[in-house]
């Protein structure tokens, strides 16, 4: 079975572009989970989704935006990019969400870097 | 004081120690979970844990949610270890997961 892919694993924006990154989650999984990984922060949750629906969002501003197809595909949109935006970029999926939460399995990433 | 912590922040270990890395956390929890990062970014979930004790190969991990503790051990370290042990639990309240800063570890032959 084919793991979590990510696209484009690399990226280089300037300060004020907008950017879309993209999940594609091991067949089968529903839910999508987003987190953002920073030096000086670590990993932050970003959002997680699961049938189309946000269930849950972190502590980001709403330059960040996300959203989930019917084919549990995810993308992730950050707009009016900041230097403070670079980053690695993670995708997890798992089976199911919430209090019921197995496993997650994680794509390879996007970093970003913003110039 | 972040809700998840992690010690000690750094390990170095030779061939063949056993080595444990502890995760305290301060929220009530529905799970655990036990992340490995190696160089390069890629993540691999080792355990999810609500109780008791998990062990796979190597590795054993083990929680304690009344003293709200868990901790990581690595029987037989082998070079191939090396990489950052990441703790995270699932808050109950907000349903999030919360990471702790995570444990480098190398170990050298």
């Known amino acids: 079975k084919a793991g979590v892919t990510q696209t484009p694993r690399y990226l280089i924006k300037t300060r004020g572009q907008q950017v879309t990154l993209s999940c594609s989650p091991i067949?089968?999984?529903?839910?999508v989970s987003w987190y953002q990984q920073t030096p000086g922060q670590g990993l932050q949750f970003l959002f997680e989704?699961?049938?189309?629906?946000?269930?849950n969002k972190g502590n980001f501003p709403g330059r960040f935006s996300g959203r989930q197809f019917s084919n549990s595909r995810s993308e992730m949109n950050v707009s009016t990019l900041e230097l403070g935006d670079s980053a690695l970029y993670l995708c997890?999926?798992?089976?199911?969400?919430?209090?019921?939460?197995?496993?997650?399995?994680f794509g390879p990433g996007t970093r970003l870097t913003v110039l | 004081k972040n809700e998840v912590e992690q010690s000690p922040q750094n390990l170095t270990a030779q061939e063949g120690e056993f080595i444990t890395i502890n995760c305290s956390y301060s929220?009530?929890?529905?799970?655990l979970h036990w992340l490995q990062q190696h160089p390069g970014g890629g993540i691999v979930s080792l355990f999810m844990?609500?109780?008791g004790k998990k062990k796979h190969g190597r590795l054993i991990a083990t929680i304690n949610i009344q003293e709200k503790h868990s901790s990581l051990h690595i029987t037989a370290s082998h070079p191939r270890d090396s990489a950052v042990y990441i703790c995270?639990?699932?808050?109950?309240?907000?349903?999030?997961?919360?990471f702790g800063t995570g444990t480098r570890l190398q170990v050298f032959p």
């Open positions: 995270a639990v699932r808050s109950w309240d907000t349903d999030k997961l919360i």
């Open positions: 067949s089968g999984h529903r839910s």
């Open positions: 929220v009530g929890i529905s799970a």
């Open positions: 844990l609500s109780s």
């Open positions: 989704y699961f049938s189309e629906t946000q269930r």
């Open positions: 997890a999926s798992s089976l199911v969400a919430g209090e019921y939460t197995d496993t997650q399995y």
